[in-house]
């Protein structure tokens, strides 16, 4: 089956300023794939060329095969698009707003009642018909974003940050709906935050000053992200070389005078022989944690590599 996104040497410049460059990236016809970056990486500037809200100063998005470049308004037909700051009309009822959205999307008059019934009950919010989007929760409101999305049936569904600003109870409610959503079609799902994309995505493009520096499947990044140091506080804390006689222990950095960062080559039976050594030599061992590499030294490692290393 072909691809639905083939993304080709797409750069875009704001005014002087280059916010994404030689962007190369092809998506299958479904599941979720994650788009995550730090604030100001270029995801939005990347979602929004690949929906045909902004158009690029160089390079080609093809959605289905389709140039939007050429061809917008095919291409844009089988995209649906819920930006980071949705247009919701706070006056209309949902019904209102998803018939003004599907007349938008083009959806033939005699086909726009069923679709949107569909659409309202794929996103649990048929029961909602007749009310307000003010008197909407922050939850709801997004479950009526996502339905204007797919309200044309499209084959991708690009999502911009869709559960920021949410309580823990609805992202875990939109989480399950984008996955529903997912299964018959393709996903685009960006965040600044890891553990939302690894939770929900199966691929993972991570996006840093404008470069793709990581494009693979969600369990090749996990794999990539194994831990490689351990965070240590001891009592009676020996004097470096003694640690650093633990098999597999690489490096250790001192914190504080009783907390140490120890590295090690990657086998995590390290904790059991750092507790053994502790209690072998009376170092009074007092926590041990393993350290999941923060997000922005995963961005730093991934930033000084070439994009072809990692693909
Ligand atoms: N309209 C604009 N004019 C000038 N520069 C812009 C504009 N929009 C974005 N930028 C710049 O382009 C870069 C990429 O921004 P973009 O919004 O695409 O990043 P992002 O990853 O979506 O960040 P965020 O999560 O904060 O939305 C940033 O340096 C940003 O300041």
């Not at 980071?84 to 033939?108: H, K, S, W």
């Not at 920021?164 to 685009?188: M, T, W």
């Not at 804390?237 to 590295?263: H, S, W």
Request: glycine share 6%; net charge negative; charged share 25%.
């Amino acid at each position: 089956m072909s691809n639905i996104v083939k993304i080709e040497h797409l750069s875009h410049k704001y005014t002087n300023s280059w916010a994404i460059r030689d962007i190369n990236i092809e998506i299958g016809q479904t599941g979720i794939v994650g788009l995550l970056g730090s604030n100001g990486a270029g995801k939005s500037t990347t979602m929004n060329i690949l929906c045909g809200a902004l158009n690029q100063t160089e390079g080609n998005v093809y959605i289905d095969g389709i140039s939007m470049r050429e061809q917008p308004q095919l291409a844009k037909q089988q995209i649906g698009f819920l930006p980071q700051n949705p247009p919701l009309y706070m006056d209309l009822t949902v019904d209102e707003y998803l018939n003004y959205c599907a007349g938008l999307r083009l959806v033939p008059k005699d086909k726009m009642k069923q679709a949107i019934l569909e659409a309202k009950l794929r996103c649990g919010i048929d029961h909602f018909s007749n009310r307000l989007l003010r008197n909407l929760s922050g939850g709801y409101r997004q479950r009526v974003g996502i339905a204007q999305a797919i309200v044309h049936r499209p084959k991708l569904v690009v999502l911009d940050e869709p559960t920021n600003g949410l309580d823990p109870n609805q992202i875990i409610e939109v989480r399950s709906l984008i996955k529903e959503i997912a299964l018959d079609r393709a996903v685009i799902f960006s965040s600044h935050i890891l553990s939302e994309v690894q939770v929900l995505c199966k691929d993972i493009k991570m996006i840093e000053n404008g470069r793709i520096v990581f494009s693979d499947s969600m369990d090749a990044f996990n794999n990539y992200v194994e831990p490689h140091s351990v965070l240590v506080a001891m009592e009676n804390p020996p004097a470096l070389a003694e640690i650093e006689k633990i098999e597999g222990v690489t490096n250790v950095d001192v914190l504080t005078e009783r907390q140490m960062r120890i590295y090690f080559n990657g086998d995590q039976s390290i904790t059991e022989r750092i507790v053994a050594a502790s209690i072998h030599h009376g170092w009074r061992l007092r926590e041990i944690t393993l350290d999941k590499t923060a997000l922005d030294e995963i961005f730093k490692q991934l930033s000084n590599k070439s994009p072809q290393e990692n693909n």
